[in-house]
């Protein structure tokens, strides 16, 4: 059932334009800061891309998966597949993978990046593959968030401005914590510092059990949603 | 077997539907019939669990193929992808497509992308998704909207069939001659109230009686 959905998800998605247009975006923009960055740094570092592909991957995953669960309402689908009925969870984590898989397609170029240190310079691969992880890791709890999105509204453009601005609150969750009594939670909660312990080298149990269990959540509100869209 | 009874439904206190009951027993095909916003597509997705009854029930044996009032698709995906993926989610083997698309007049479809259908072979690619896997009920809203002469008188032919084969089937229709020739007994909804359940006449009488049920002030 789910192997049927992203299947499908997969196909309608590539037969628009958004992966592309993403994947361009994604690109052209990380390679401009990231050069930037390896001229200023005169090091062979891939550190430093991680945060800067992570905060695009918050502006662009929500482009992804927008359409997941909006336009399905919107057209109709969604009813003719709740009168047959199929459950929310299926459908919801089919629709997660198939964005996940597409973020990871669009953002996977970025091993040229490695490619082009190795004939830099000779690069630490242990920080590479942690910062992958973590771009991945993050990539996947985004989408979680970015199909919650979608499973609220009928509206794609909606669906993409609530996933940005949550999971922008997410990246910026530690600026100031220490100023407030809730610090110790937000700091926690800040996708970009547990990020950043990735880019680092480290891959820290903890960090990898956040992503993991904001993606679970999501998906987990999300197909309560399409359930509840059942009896209305 | 399809059952409502004393359905109720509001909408932000706007009464839709009022204690509507009928069933429909296997081998029968059954007309709702109404003026537009009478109440029947909501009576339909009330039925389907798609929407929650204020009062009353709704009993329908599943699987049930649902042919819903207006088209719905994936624009970029072939037709038989569209079947193919449908047929998934109804647990139903992936053989069965070409023969549903078969049986709905929809055979000649099966590669075009269905963004680029025309109103009437939607229709038919819409009948033919609720014929997959041949389930024991059909909930058709409109299913003949759009389809031509001879396309109608196909689409009654296999409605009969279906009902021949045992299925209760329920169909909405706007089209009394079609409600006089397929069904055997005809429901008129009018202002979300049952007002009539009896046997079609003739096309013509059919026509004096819904008028009359209906008002003639109501049509214009
Ligand atoms: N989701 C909804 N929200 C608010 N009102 C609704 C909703 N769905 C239907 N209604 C109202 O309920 C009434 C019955 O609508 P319904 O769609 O069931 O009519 P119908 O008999 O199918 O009409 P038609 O022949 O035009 O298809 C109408 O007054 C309609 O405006
Ligand atoms: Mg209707």
Redesign the pocket.
Known sequence: MTRAVVGKELRVLWASPVPYVVGALLQLVLGLLYVDQLAARRQALFQPAVPIAGFLLLALTPLVCMRAVAEEARSGTLELLLAVPVAGRPLVVGKWLAAWITVLVVLAPVVLFVLLLEWFGNPDLGPVLSGLVGLALLAGALAALGVLASSLTSTQPVAAMTAFFVSLLLWFAHVRAEALSVGGVMDRLSISERLRGFAGGVVDTSDVAFFVLLAAAALTLAAAAVDGRRL? | MIEAVRLS?D??G????REVSFSVAPGEVVA?L????????????LLLGL?RPAAGRADVTRPVGYVP?LFAGYDALAVSSYLGFLARMKRVPRAEVEPSLGAAGAADLAGRPVGRLSKGQRQRVGLAQALLGRPPSYVL??PTQGLDPAQVVEARTLLRSLASDGAAVLI?T?LLAEAAAVADRVVV?VR?RVVAEERPGEAGDLERRFLELVGRGELT
Do not use: Y
């Open positions: 209305r | 439904r909408f932000g706007r009464e839709a539907v709702f109404g003026p537009n916003g009478a109440g029947k597509t909501t009576t339909i997705r929407l009032e809203d409109e909405s706007h909804i979300g």
